[in-house]
């Protein structure tokens, strides 16, 4: 499932996100499934790793994609 900005705008119309909508979102970018996101799968998305990924190990795991949700 492609994620677009669309499809994650649509997920968070209220002012606090539930875990549960921040999974859905994490799901989108994780094409593969393996539990993290790695450049390849948030470059297609139009933004960088470099931004989210602060350990610099070159993917995001769900807790990280939380922190900057």
């Not at 492609?2 to 997920?11: D, H, N, Q, T, V």
């Not at 549960?20 to 790793?49: P, R």
């Given at each position: ?67 900057f949700?």
């Open positions: 499932m492609k994620c677009s900005p669309i499809r994650l705008c649509g997920l968070f119309k209220e002012k606090e996100s539930s875990l549960e909508k921040v999974k859905e979102a994490f799901l989108m970018f994780n094409e593969n499934g393996d539990g993290f996101i790695d450049a390849a799968e948030l470059e297609e998305s139009g933004n960088t790793i470099q931004v989210y990924d602060k350990n610099e190990d070159g993917k995001i795991d769900f807790s990280k994609f939380v922190e949700m």
